[in-house]
């Protein structure tokens, strides 16, 4: 292959790629855990949206800190997983090398 239909590739890639990470940061996802007890939403860019804790949580302050540590943890990873999902199509349309250059923003 040419060194400039590799390059040609290569910037389509990243394009794709660049609009699919804009499309995935503005969705979210929520978890909850203890049953609901604190609700997490996180957004494809790593932010954090959204915190519902329930009253009943309030009464322990340790409980509810290690509760909103795990909350927010896996509203992370539920990102992250939904990022990977996103860019999952562009990335297998890549020969190897470029697949593992595309993971850079």
Same mark, same amino acid.
């Given at each position: *292959? =040419?060194?400039? %239909?590799?390059?040609?590739?290569?910037? !389509?890639? #990243? !394009?794709?790629?660049?609009? /699919?990470?804009?499309?995935?940061?503005?969705?979210?996802?929520?978890?909850?855990?203890?049953?609901?007890?604190?609700?997490?939403?996180?957004?494809?860019? %790593?932010?954090? !949206?959204?915190?519902?804790?329930?009253?009943?949580? *309030? #009464?322990? !302050?340790? =409980? /509810?800190?290690?509760?909103?540590?795990?909350?927010?943890?896996?509203?992370? &990873?539920?990102?992250?997983?939904?990022? &990977? &999902?996103? /860019?999952?199509?562009?990335?297998?349309? /890549?020969?190897?090398? *470029?697949?593992? %250059?595309?993971?850079?923003?």
């Amino acid at each position: *292959m =040419a060194t400039g %239909m590799i390059l040609a590739q290569w910037e !389509r890639a #990243q !394009r794709q790629l660049r609009q /699919l990470r804009r499309e995935a940061a503005e969705k979210t996802v929520t978890v909850d855990v203890a049953a609901g007890m604190v609700r997490v939403t996180a957004a494809g860019d %790593m932010s954090i !949206r959204h915190i519902v804790i329930a009253p009943e949580a *309030m #009464q322990d !302050r340790q =409980a /509810l800190e290690d509760l909103l540590v795990v909350a927010v943890n896996r509203a992370l &990873e539920a990102a992250r997983q939904l990022v &990977e &999902e996103q /860019l999952e199509p562009v990335r297998e349309l /890549l020969p190897p090398w *470029m697949s593992a %250059m595309a993971d850079s923003p």
